[in-house]
């Protein structure tokens, strides 16, 4: 069963370009998560997706970003228009579901996205 | 709002030592999970551990068993026997809802042979 698949694994991009990040969950997984992880910092949240649906968007920058999670296909993490403060690494993070009373399954993280705007 | 903190931004122990990393949480929830990762330097997040609250007993996995103590919102890592592969960035974090991760600062191991 492979793991969550991020790509690419690293990404570089001018100022004003739009970057476009991919999260494959793992198998059987319904459920995404996209953390922002600063340079000497820890992961932030900023959305919570299942297929088709927008759960949790609170931590999503208002304006250049967006997230979706189509039926078919992976993850995608938009932000547009870049400026250098967007440099960070971007995690994709995945689990099967919520049980039954809001219990938690664990989430499995990808490898991350390395973008660095120049 | 749920906060994480992790009060050591760097500890350091010998191989086959034993070593404990602090993490605290502020939360108004009763049922909530809380979770140590590992950030090696290839930055890979690598799940160590996970405690319910409602749980008394304290999770263990080999060398890894946590010190959770609920209501001092305490939640502490121990690692036995330490060895290099070890070294990396702990991270503890905190989920009630199945929606996120809160994640604390983070505590910088290091592994002295």
């Known amino acids: 069963n492979a793991g969550v698949m991020q790509n690419p694994r690293h990404l570089v991009r001018r100022r004003g370009q739009e970057a476009r990040l991919r999260c494959s969950p793992m198998?059987?997984?319904?459920?995404v998560y996209w953390y922002r992880q600063l340079p000497e910092e820890g992961l932030k949240f900023m959305v919570y997706?299942?297929?088709?649906?927008?759960?949790?968007e609170s931590g999503m920058p208002k304006e250049r970003f967006s997230a979706e999670f189509p039926k078919e296909g992976p993850s995608i993490l938009r932000i547009q228009q870049v400026v250098r403060g967007d440099s960070a690494a971007y995690f994709c993070?995945?689990?099967?579901?919520?049980?039954?009373?809001?219990?938690?399954?664990?989430?499995?993280f990808g490898p991350g996205t390395r973008l660095l705007v120049l | 709002a749920q906060t994480v903190t992790q009060s050591q931004p760097e500890m350091s122990v010998q191989e086959a030592e034993t070593v404990t990393l602090s993490c605290t949480y502020d939360?108004?929830?009763?049922?909530?999970?809380l979770f140590w990762y590992k950030q090696p330097p290839s930055r890979q997040m690598i799940l160590v551990i996970r405690?319910?609250?409602?749980?008394?007993q304290n999770a263990t996995e080999n060398r890894f068993s946590v010190n959770f103590q609920k209501a001092a919102k305490s939640f502490s890592l121990k690692i036995s026997d330490s060895q290099l592969g070890d070294a990396a960035m702990y991270f503890c974090?905190?989920?009630?809802?199945?929606?996120?991760?809160?994640f604390g600062e983070g505590t910088q191991l290091t592994v002295n042979p």
């Open positions: 997706l299942q297929k088709e649906n927008i759960i949790d």
């Open positions: 405690q319910e609250a409602y749980k008394q």
């Open positions: 939360t108004s929830e009763s049922d909530y999970y």
């Open positions: 198998k059987g997984h319904s459920h």
């Open positions: 974090a905190y989920d009630t809802s199945g929606s996120r991760l809160t």
């Open positions: 993070a995945s689990s099967p579901r919520i049980l039954a009373g809001g219990n938690q399954e664990t989430q499995y």
